[in-house]
């Protein structure tokens, strides 16, 4: 029998809490992670007013300088700790993978100085349509259509970019090239970047809408991954026949493996908080597992290094975390984490190399406090100890630490 009857996890994406051990062998626009910070930057800089998250324990977890405006708690109602990475890269399908117990020992492809000829000419080829090249570079998401925009409007060309992730970028005007089209050429880059020298992590489809000066991206994206390596924790409960629900770009992170419940693409992380909400309020969720990505502190205000809107976002979920313990279960169990850091005080426009926060409540907790400093791969083993199934590759279970 189960410890806890549902467990859910939800993954604030980039909300770092310092700088991992071995950061300076990360670099961010020239800059070792060293000095990353992105919980400790924000409450520094802006200021940090996240009272639910505070009360679970999140200004208790170690560090060497407190969270300046997030007080410790003498008596919190969850556990707390940080967790260290061990797989070699700070993106999100490795901190994903890592997080349901996969140890990625060999990074994806990287393309700092833009793709090859050689896949530009043949995504040229089988769409029918030319590639700027002048975009095929890291580059700011929004950055690259307020640049290359007004051109695409004008000759239908596409913009492919890249970033620090092992990722490929195509941006489209929903009025240009149409989402479906997008989705297509997407697919095609998708078979063609599966095997070194260009394995990628994700191929990731951007529409936008509107004028220039005035252009949005969508919540039309779509992210094509290719499939865990290796059985990861998710696919241990799929096999035992134990509900998976995922929400957001979970089941795009695992390219839809070990899911069997997916509630969608978030809109907003509010959206994606209701989503949340659905499924732990459906009558057909009685045991189980949810598992939840929150992207837009990365996605809107990590990458494009803005303080104040992060922080804005953080109090925005924070408000919502009493209506998602409202909609827990007396032997439900609520974790909440990140991936990797994404400092918006920092160097560059890339994720940083950092520590992610870990917090625990149940409304069945007897007590509450600290549980030693662990890894990422901890949370699939503590998941995989409550119900009974075998862990992945790597992961110590504190299952027994919750009580």
Same mark, same amino acid.
């Given at each position: ?149 007004p051109r695409q409007m004008e000759t239908g060309e596409l913009i492919i970019y890249t970033s620090a992730d092992p990722v490929l970028q195509i941006a489209a005007h929903e009025d240009i090239i149409p989402v479906e089209e997008l989705y297509r050429i997407c697919e095609f880059a998708r078979s063609i970047t599966l095997e070194r ?53 979970? &089941? ?5 493996? $070990?899911?069997?419940? /997916? ?6 992380? %509010?959206? +994606? !908080? @209701? ?91 007897? &007590? ?5 400093? $662990?890894?990422?791969? /901890? ?6 100890? %409550?119900? +009974? !199934? @075998? ?13």
């Amino acid at each position: 029998m189960s410890k806890f009857n549902r467990m859910h996890l939800i993954v604030l994406d980039s909300v770092g809490i310092g700088a991992a051990p071995d950061a300076n062998n990360f670099v961010n626009a020239g800059v070792p992670d060293g000095a990353s910070d992105t919980l400790g930057h924000i409450s520094k800089t802006v200021g940090l007013n996240v009272p639910n998250m505070a009360k679970l324990g999140l200004g208790n977890i170690p560090r060497e300088q407190p969270l300046k405006t997030v007080p410790a708690e003498s008596n919190p109602t969850g556990y707390a700790t940080k967790l260290e990475e061990v797989s070699l890269g700070k993106d999100t399908m490795t901190g994903h993978w890592e997080i349901m117990g996969l140890n990625i020992t060999e990074p994806f492809d990287t393309f700092w100085n833009g793709f090859p000829e050689e896949i530009l000419t043949q995504i040229e080829e089988f769409s029918g349509r030319k590639v700027i090249r002048e975009a095929n570079k890291p580059y700011s998401g929004t950055a690259v259509i307020d640049d290359f925009g007004p051109r695409q409007m004008e000759t239908g060309e596409l913009i492919i970019y890249t970033s620090a992730d092992p990722v490929l970028q195509i941006a489209a005007h929903e009025d240009i090239i149409p989402v479906e089209e997008l989705y297509r050429i997407c697919e095609f880059a998708r078979s063609i970047t599966l095997e070194r020298p260009a394995l990628l992590g994700r191929i990731i489809a951007r529409p936008y809408v509107g004028e220039p000066g005035n252009f949005t991206r969508t919540s039309n994206r779509r992210d094509l991954a290719i499939s865990p390596f290796a059985p990861t924790v998710l696919d241990k409960l799929n096999e035992a026949g134990i509900d998976t629900y995922s929400v957001g770009k979970i &089941s795009d992170i695992f390219n839809g493996e $070990g899911i069997n419940h /997916d509630m969608g693409h978030n809109k907003s992380n %509010n959206h +994606g !908080v @209701d989503n949340l909400i659905k499924a732990m309020t459906s009558e057909d969720f009685k045991h189980g597992f949810s598992f939840t990505n929150l992207v837009d502190f990365d996605a809107l205000y990590g990458h494009r290094r803005n303080p104040q809107g992060y922080r804005d976002c953080l109090h925005e979920f924070d408000e919502r975390l009493p209506e998602i313990i409202a909609a827990m279960k007396e032997d439900d169990l609520l974790m909440i984490t990140a991936d990797h850091g994404n400092d918006p005080t920092y160097a560059g426009t890339d994720h940083t190399r950092e520590y992610i926060p870990f917090l625990a409540y149940s409304p069945s907790f007897k &007590s509450s406090g600290l549980i030693p400093v $662990g890894h990422f791969a /901890d949370i699939s083993a503590t998941i995989a100890d %409550n119900f +009974g !199934v @075998d862990k992945a590759m790597i992961g110590e279970s504190f299952l027994d630490k919750l009580v």
